[in-house]
T-cell receptor, first 109, second 116 residues
Framework: KNEVEQSPQNLTAQEGEFITINCSYSVGISALHWLQQHPGGGIVSLFMLSSGKKKHGRLIATINIQEKHSSLHITASHPRDSAVYICATGTYNTDKLIFGTGTRLQVFP | DTAVSQTPKYLVTQMGNDKSIKCEQN?????MYWYKQDSKKFLKIMFSYNNKELIINETVPNRFSPKSPDKAHLNLHINSLELGDSAVYFC???????????????FGAGSRLTVL
């Protein structure tokens, strides 16, 4: 059974700081997803990756398959980045994703 | 021009009632999902449909019945509501690439159900 752990659970930062959120999982996966849930409740898919690194604007996601670990980085953080960030893993032969419990990020001006 | 729209956004009802949440997507996706997010914000899959065919039915009580009249719609009907059904229910859709855990999801805004 795959366990998905995120750290830290809560994170506060000053505007402009570099942010790292970590996600570890216990079994081999086909893909890892990073999602963002805004304070208003809406959920947005940020990245889906199975190897290496992806970048979109100030967001960077990396994955290390051997170490079963992924990180989400935010450069030059801004108060609008305040949200819950959720990682989820996918495995072969099922469309079911296993979700982490989320990391609540607050960025203060 | 909302991509995945759910209605209603809020639903407050008494225990024992029957209620429905509707979901529609205009993205041309062929797969739709229902997720439940509990009070601790933990997301869990309930159902998924690909081309109107049930793909995932995740240990959900029989009181929950999804219905997919076509690829663009997936409705959730809940009978005999219980206190524990209080949660936020998210509809999502994707373009099917297979049962491979790699389908990118587009979520609706969520429907907050409160059972009194």
């Amino acid at each position: 059974k795959n366990e998905v752990e995120q750290s830290p659970q809560n994170l506060t930062a000053q505007e402009g700081e570099f942010i790292t959120i970590n996600c570890s999982y216990s079994v081999g996966i086909s893909a890892l997803h990073w999602l963002q849930q805004h304070p208003g409740g809406g959920i947005v898919s940020l990245f889906m990756l199975s190897s290496g690194k992806k970048k979109h604007g100030r967001l960077i996601a990396t994955i290390n398959i051997q170490e079963k670990h992924s990180s989400l980085h935010i450069t030059a953080s801004h108060p609008r980045d305040s949200a819950v960030y959720i990682c989820a893993t996918g495995t072969y032969n099922t469309d079911k994703l296993i979700f982490g419990t989320g990391t609540r990020l607050q960025v203060f001006p | 021009d909302t991509a995945v729209s759910q209605t209603p956004k809020y639903l407050v009802t008494q225990m024992g009632n029957d209620k429905s949440i509707k979901c529609e997507q205009n993205l041309g996706h062929d797969t739709m999902y229902w997720y439940k997010q509990d009070s601790k914000k933990f997301l869990k899959i309930m159902f998924s449909y690909n081309n109107k065919e049930l793909i995932i039915n995740e240990t959900v009580p029989n009181r929950f019945s999804p219905k997919s009249p076509d690829k663009a719609h997936l409705n959730l009907h809940i009978n005999s509501l219980e206190l524990g059904d209080s949660a936020v229910y998210f509809c999502a859709s994707s373009l099917w690439t297979g049962s491979n855990g790699a389908n990118v999801l587009t979520f609706g805004a969520g429907s907050r159900l409160t059972v009194l």
